[in-house]
Nanobody, 120 residues
Framework: QVQLVESGGGLVQPGGSLRLSCAAS????????MGWYRQTPGKQRELVAI???????NYADSVKARFTISRDNAKNTMYLQMNSLKPEDTAVYYC??????????????WGQGTQVTVSS
């Protein structure tokens, strides 16, 4: 199972930018579909963006054209560039790793989460 560590969260003003990183422990990172999810108190965790092992991406409608997901397999790291941030983007952001069954078996992994707060 892959160990994941998020970083890059913090406090930012509306309209500002943040870049989240998710570092994975294993060199088999490239065999995992990766994703960012977020959660606010009292609500279910929701998908923000995913990037497959082939670097195909998909985004929640609420973040399209503002957020960009990417991955660097050489560094075992995934990123989320967040621009034009809004107060409603405030949440704990979680990194997820889902094995690509074409290559590896195993369970999904989650990071510990990083807080993003958008407020003036």
């Amino acid at each position: 199972q892959v160990q994941l560590v998020e970083s890059g969260g913090g406090l930012v003003q509306p309209g500002g930018s943040l870049r989240l990183s998710c570092a994975a422990s294993a060199n088999i990172f490239r065999f995992y579909h990766m994703g960012w999810y977020r959660q606010t108190p009292g609500k279910q965790r929701e998908l923000v963006a995913i990037i497959t092992t082939r670097s195909t991406t998909n985004y929640a409608d609420s973040v399209k054209a503002r957020f960009t997901i990417s991955r660097d397999n050489a560094k075992n790291t995934m990123y989320l560039q967040m621009n034009s941030l809004k107060p409603e983007d405030t949440a704990v952001y979680y990194c997820n790793a889902d094995p690509d069954r074409n290559y590896v078996s195993g369970l999904q992994s989650w990071g510990q989460g990083t807080q993003v707060t958008v407020s003036s």
